[in-house]
Structure formats: C-alpha cells, structure tokens
C-alpha cells in the first residue's frame, strides 16, 4: 500500500505543470492553487507518513503507526505462544523499508517545489547584465544602495513560506526556502561572473583604444561604479537569504557568490565608505 502510494506521489512531482504557473507578483504571493502550494501539501503528508512510521520518541506524535503495531504486537504476545520481540524486529524492519521507499519521493517533492519557485526568481537576475548601462557615460555618482532586482529575486522565496507555513511543518518550509536560496545565489553567483568579465575585457580596449594605462585616475571610473553596484547587490542579496538560514560557507550558493564578486571588492571597499545619503 505505502508502494503504491509512494508510486503515485511520484507522479505527481513529474507533473509537467507551467512553470511559475500561480505566482502572482502583485500581491506578491503564491495561489494556493499554485503548483509549489499543492507540492508542498502533498510533501507535508508525505514527511507525516514518514514520522508515525518512524519508532516511537517519548509521548510526541512521532511513531503513531509504529507505536500502534507495537501495541497490538505486545497484546498478542501475551495472549500466545508468539515470539513478540522477534515479530517486532521483523515488523520495525518493514516500517524502515517503507521509509527508504518514501524518502526518494519527498526529495522529488522537494526538488519539484524549488524548481517551481526557481523558474520566478532566476529571470530576475537578467537585470544584472543591465547594471553596465546604467553608469556607462552617464557621469552618475558611485552607487550607495542595492538593485530592485534583489528584492524583486527574493520575493517568490519569502511569500512560499507564508504560502506554506500553514499546511507543513515550519522546519520543513525553513528547509525548502533554504534550497530555494541556495539555487538562487549559484544563479546569481554565474550572471555575476558574466558580468565582471564582460566589462574587464570591455575596459581593456577602451583603455588601448584610448593610449592609456590602468592605473593613476583620480576619480571613480564607470567600471569602479559598476564593481560597487555588482557588490552592494550581492551582500545585500546575502543578507536577505540568510534571515532564511543560508550561510557562505563551503560550496553553498552563498559562498560561490560571495567568491564571484571578489574581484570587485577593492573598488567596493576603496569608495564605498566615502558613499553619501544615496544616488
């Protein structure tokens, strides 16, 4: 039975459901009709089965299937001839097996519902490849605050959590918002890198074309005003994402990020302290 259910959930997360499909950025907000809503349901039934099929942790909910078997196994032992611990091991070992059966399909869930927020929030990290033409010949001052895109890019992530916290387990909305961020710092982290080395070759030959070297320009350069934009973006992406438990650490999305702006943060740290009230 647990097979066969497991079977049909499967199908369910290789539903070949728009992507993106019930977002509604107005608000902002997810439908609860919206596929990462319905996935994270049918995950939410999912880990409860997994939990009361687990063996029982003190007077909690978990184990409530296992805790039954066990009951029932201590009620006919008692009134037979049956080898009740030996029946129990055997039933645990069933219990254990359905759990490794389910577990594939939760990560498929889980997969699911991240590619479905994913498909929202990568297209907004196409504005990084317009930062260049914001400062490009303008004269315009060194940039003191963050993109519209990373609040634009953070918003599918947040409002799964208030679309979900009311039919899962917050650990479990914590954890899916986690993977959502994950995914979307490795995509920022790669239009990031595109990026700054587009406008370093782009520098190199307006530097040759133009017969000078790199070094002894009194003010900030439109490259140095587009190294703090691409930095100010960046940290203030971080920080939004860790509010939901990502961390740089590693080879988490965070830290593939925090690497890729690298190469702009000596023109971040040389004018960003001398940065005013805005730009």
Request: net charge neutral; glycine share 10%.
């Amino acid at each position: 039975l647990l097979s066969r259910y497991g079977q049909l959930v499967s199908r369910l997360s290789e539903a070949k459901d728009p992507l993106g499909a019930g977002w509604q950025g107005d608000a902002p907000a997810w439908s609860g009709s919206s596929p990462p809503v319905k996935l994270a349901r049918t995950a939410a039934d999912v880990l409860a089965i997994i939990s009361a099929l687990q063996a029982p942790s003190g007077d909690g909910p978990t184990g409530g299937i296992a805790r039954l078997l066990e009951g029932r196994l201590q009620q006919i032992s008692a009134a037979s001839e049956v080898d009740g611990a030996n029946c129990g091991r055997i039933v645990r070992a069933l219990l254990d097996e359905a759990i490794v059966g389910l577990r594939p399909v939760l990560a498929r869930l889980e997969q699911a519902i991240s590619g479905q927020v994913m498909a929202v929030v990568a297209p907004q990290f196409g504005a990084i490849r317009g930062i260049p033409a914001l400062y490009r010949m303008l004269n315009k001052p060194v940039p003191t605050k963050p993109s519209p895109y990373v609040e634009s890019a953070m918003r599918p992530v947040f409002a799964l959590c208030d679309a979900t916290r009311a039919v899962a387990p917050s650990d479990a909305v914590a954890g899916w918002a986690r993977s959502v961020a994950d995914a979307a710092a490795s995509e920022f982290s790669v239009q990031a890198s595109q990026l700054l080395e587009s406008t370093r070759q782009q520098e190199a030959s307006l530097r040759r074309l133009a017969g000078r070297g790199g070094a002894g320009e009194a003010q900030a350069t439109d490259l140095d005003k587009i190294h703090v934009q691409i930095c100010l973006d960046a940290d203030a992406f971080i920080a939004a994402v860790g509010k939901l438990g990502a961390v740089v650490e590693g080879d988490s999305g965070c830290a593939r990020l925090a690497k890729a702006v690298e190469p702009a943060r000596s023109a971040f740290s040389a004018l960003r302290p001398a940065a005013g009230d805005g730009s």
